[in-house]
C-alpha cells in the first residue's frame, strides 16, 4: 500500500467526514423507520471511522489529556 502525503490524507478525511454527516442527517430523517435507521447508522459509523483514520496523517494524535483540557 503506497503512503498518503498529508493533502490526500486531509481530502480522504473531508470525503469521509462530509459523508459521516450526510449519513447521520439521514439517520434523523428515517428515525421512524428502523430498518433504514440501522442501515444509516451503519454507514454513519463506517465513514466516521475512516475519517478518524485518515485524520491521524496530518494532525497529532488525540490524547486522554488534550480531550480533558480541550486543547
Known amino acids: ?3 498518503l502525503d498529508s493533502i490526500q490524507a ?3 478525511y473531508l470525503e469521509h467526514s462530509s459523508l459521516s454527516d450526510h449519513f447521520e442527517r439521514l439517520k ?3 428515525a421512524s423507520n428502523a430498518q433504514l435507521y440501522y442501515k ?3 454507514l454513519q459509523y463506517f465513514h466516521k ?3 478518524f483514520y485518515y485524520r491521524n496523517f496530518f494532525m497529532a ?3 486522554q489529556a488534550s ?3 480541550g486543547i
Open 28 to 30: 434523523t430523517v428515517y
Open 61 to 63: 494524535p488525540v490524547t
Open 1 to 3: 500500500m503506497r503512503q
Open 10 to 12: 486531509q481530502q480522504k
Open 49 to 51: 471511522s475512516r475519517a
Open 67 to 69: 480531550m480533558m483540557t
Open 40 to 42: 444509516y447508522a451503519e
